[in-house]
């Protein structure tokens, strides 16, 4: 009602600029009352469309480049809305060339070339296209920087956001802990507890994927959790979310029973079928993370009355459902049965049927990888194979060049799982396949400038020149991806990458050598708090010291 006053007042003023703006707030909280309305908002989306395309066919009857920009602008954020992505991708564009042409406008039109983009970032993210995504926001952040607007706090914090989403999506966790803290201090001094709350829970999920970070992970997603509280969205489900995060890190820390305490806390105030699934959800994932006695049959239990619930409703999509029979897969496989395994392999295959029918190729591109850990643990990598080929071709389709070359590489994987169960002739064509399908994915992270993708690949080359019996070559892969992981900071992955270092070393007869790389492997598997792996090399450090002094004492 007050932007409506405004732009009332600003059209009887003459200054059609002003009015133009006010008219895009007016649009902006209709778009606002339709999501805060649910199923019931449609009514105020329509009218935000109709306000919208009447207020920018007038801008271009009567040459108001401005008004323009900000109507196109308003356009390309409603067909996001409506998942129209690649009109509103027209749209936005179409808004950036018209502000381009504004030029006598300096405020307002700079403040408008900045939310354009940011606009632009948030369809490219939708749309997969990370790495644009993230050009997006950095470019947002650099018109900011030459402004001089002091009030852009908002769009800094918006820019910050976009960053992180683009990069969890990417995994570069660093990149998004530093981009998130960042943007934390410009979301508390607009107040706007949103988007403060999304920032702290990017925060809380990267540091938690990061390792090592566990006791941080669950402050920053306690926080969250709470900001989502304190806005009453508890029927949205993200609160629940936070506290499902901060249970795992809390486990991930042995904290045991003050995890169990918070979901004990909340699965009494949960309202809502969502956040009831959430929380059972989060319940089983904590079961599954103790394994004591009993815990995974009151985790089957706890799954098998989810998933009724979920049938018996209408209130929640198919890929709800979809997403609880992967949980239910996800304990099956965690049994050391062949018959349980299969069980797994049927509730992952019955998970991609139902994403299927739903149309959303991106999620049924992403439960394709626990139907081909089934098809491996039962001894069938050429099926694994298979269907993690028809991932890679789900990932084209949409356009998504990074998630493509990570199916790439998994597909790779598989392929060097089928050598090595393979005693025949065709046992060398599969190590071929993946060596070339793995040369690939490395081009295509190399396009998109994904180090930590880049490195992933330089990894799994090192395997397979290791199955090659070449190991000087594996260690240069190795080493190639351990300086990758070190510059993207991730010390978890510095651990892998040296671990292969050694083993390298190892073949090659240099027990110096490896034992060096145990020694340094051992200082980051502590520090991503990774005690198997520490173990392992702490063995490996011992062994190679040993056969070092005695090849020492030969000499």
């Known amino acids: 009602h007050t932007a409506v006053e405004a732009w009332h007042l600003f059209m009887a003023d003459g200054d059609f600029h002003s009015a133009a703006w006010s008219a895009r707030t007016v649009i902006h909280a209709l778009r606002a009352r339709s999501c805060a309305c649910g199923g019931t908002g449609a009514r105020f989306a329509a009218a935000a469309v109709a306000l919208a395309e009447e207020e920018l066919r007038r801008a271009r009857l009567s040459g108001d480049d401005f008004g323009e920009a900000c109507f196109l602008m308003s356009m390309a954020e409603l067909h996001c809305d409506a998942k129209n992505l690649d009109e509103g991708l027209r749209c936005a564009e179409a808004a950036s060339a018209a502000f ?14 900045v939310l354009v983009v940011l606009v632009l970032g948030e369809l490219q993210v939708r749309r997969y296209q990370f790495h644009e995504a993230e ?9 900011l920087d030459a402004s001089e607007d002091a009030g852009a706090s908002a769009c800094r914090a918006r820019a910050g956001l976009l960053l992180g989403v683009a990069g969890r999506l990417q995994q570069k966790h660093a990149a998004v802990i530093a981009s998130t803290k960042e943007a934390i201090p410009w979301a508390q001094e607009t107040g706007d507890l949103r988007l403060l709350a999304a920032l702290m829970y990017l925060l809380a999920s990267s540091s938690h994927s990061l390792g090592g970070r566990f006791r941080a992970a669950a402050a920053a997603a306690g926080e969250a959790q709470r900001l989502w509280e304190q806005m009453e969205l508890r029927a949205s489900g993200w609160a629940q979310c936070a506290l499902s995060l901060q249970t795992q890190a809390l486990l991930a820390e042995t904290s045991h029973d003050a995890a169990k305490e918070a979901l004990r806390q909340h699965m009494r105030t949960a309202r809502g079928p969502g956040p009831r699934v959430l929380l059972r959800d989060a ?7 103790l394994d004591g006695p009993g815990d995974r049959e009151k985790a089957h239990a706890i799954s098998d009355k989810t998933l009724a619930t979920l049938q018996s409703t209408s209130e929640l999509s198919s890929a709800w459902e979809a997403r609880e029979l992967e949980l239910i897969a996800s304990i099956h496989v965690k049994s050391n049965s062949w018959k349980k395994v299969e069980e797994a392999c049927k509730w992952a295959e019955q998970a991609k049927q139902k994403l299927h029918g739903s149309g959303d190729k991106y999620l049924e591109a992403d439960a394709i990888p626990s139907i081909a850990k089934c098809y491996i643990l039962l001894g069938r990598p050429s099926d694994a194979a298979s269907v993690l080929s028809e991932r890679r071709q789900l990932f084209r389709e949409l356009g998504a060049r990074s998630r493509e070359a990570e199916a790439m590489l998994d597909l790779a994987d598989a392929l060097c799982k089928e050598q090595v169960s393979r005693v025949d002739s065709r046992a060398r064509r599969f190590l071929r396949d993946a060596f070339q399908i793995c040369q690939e994915a490395l081009n295509a992270f190399s396009d998109v400038g994904q180090e930590t993708g880049m490195a992933k ?9 290791m199955h090659r019996q070449e190991p000087s070559e594996a260690e240069h892969e190795a080493r190639q991806a351990e300086q990758l992981y070190r510059r993207a900071g991730e010390s978890k992955k510095v651990a892998k990458a040296v671990r292969k270092l050694g083993f390298a070393c190892c073949e090659q007869d240099r027990p110096s050598a490896a034992a060096r790389c145990a020694s340094e492997a051992v200082v980051f598997c502590r520090k991503a708090g990774d005690r198997y792996a520490t173990a392992e090399m702490l063995s490996i450090r011992r062994r190679q010291g040993e056969s070092g002094h005695e090849k020492k004492n030969a000499k």
């Open 457 to 465: 690949a330089h990894l799994l080359l090192a395997d397979i020149y």
């Open 283 to 289: 319940w089983v994932q904590c079961l599954k993370r």
């Open 135 to 143: 050009a997006a926001a950095q470019q947002a952040l650099r018109l």
């Open 100 to 113: 381009l042409r504004c030029g006598a406008i300096p405020a307002t039109a700079a403040a408008g070339r």
